[in-house]
């Protein structure tokens, strides 16, 4: 059914002899608790009795072929998908309808395709700020500088019209505005699809370098496969 692969330099996993993990044990200190879950896509098992932890600052990647239902665990940990048997629990919250919204408010989500309409690139950087939630986070022009650095984007860019740019620009502003956000969790689809070999390793070393940010990425890309703490493999 599936493989799950540990780069064990990093794993904190603790099991009992019955290899369930021990998700309620107080000595467990994660961000994400996955116990038990089984979930089903199209008729077919997806995840069945799978348990895991995430502890902070780990970074998730969720590999297979295109249609195997890569997204789906991205999409149950942001509560899009109700049905499914187990517990997950993200920073002490169980995930029910009644706490969705306050853990939504703890995670960044950029999903692979994105229906934002903006004109300008800079009113699409900033688009996140725009809900009430975010208002208060709207980043500094020295904060938005150094992050267009980070991700070889220059400066006037932000001057230009969306239908102006190529899809890789498109997709590191995207991030940027996620990563500006701050949230503890950063959930992201394909996160350098649309990006050439050089600028996706430097991309990808900004964000998988970051000890404080746990991020959840479904991705073909390699290099980010390589470099990711836990591989779920479908």
């Not at 089903?40 to 072929?65: H, P, Y």
């Not at 709207?138 to 992050?147: H, Q, T, V, Y």
């Not at 267009?148 to 740019?165: P, Q, T």
Request: net charge positive.
């Amino acid at each position: 059914l599936m493989r799950v692969k540990y780069f064990f330099r990093y794993i904190h996993i603790l099991f009992q002899k019955n290899q369930n993990i021990l998700f309620l044990c107080g000595k467990v200190q994660a961000v994400i608790k996955i116990y038990k879950l089984s979930l089903s896509f199209k008729e077919r098992k997806i995840f069945d009795n799978f348990s895991l932890l995430i502890n902070k600052g780990e970074k998730i990647a969720v590999t297979g072929e295109s249609g195997r239902g890569k997204s789906s665990l991205l999409n149950l940990l942001l509560g899009f998908i109700p049905d499914y048997a187990g517990v997950v629990e993200i920073n002490g919250e169980i995930l029910n309808e009644t706490t969705v919204k306050k853990i939504r408010r703890q995670t960044a989500w950029l999903p692979q395709d994105t229906s934002l309409t903006a004109a300008s690139v800079k009113e699409l950087l900033l688009t996140p700020f725009q809900f009430s939630d975010n208002r208060s986070m709207i980043p500094s022009d020295d904060e938005i500088r150094k992050m267009l650095d980070a991700f070889l984007l220059e400066n006037e860019i932000l001057d230009k019209k969306v239908k102006e740019i190529s899809g890789g620009q498109k997709q590191r502003l995207l991030l940027i505005s996620s990563l500006l956000l701050k949230k503890p969790i950063l959930i992201v689809d394909e996160p350098t699809s649309a990006l050439d070999e050089h600028v996706k390793k430097i991309v990808s070393d900004t964000i998988l370098k970051d000890k404080k940010l746990t991020v959840i990425t479904s991705t073909h890309d390699e290099y980010w496969i390589k470099n990711s703490d836990k591989i779920i493999e479908l």
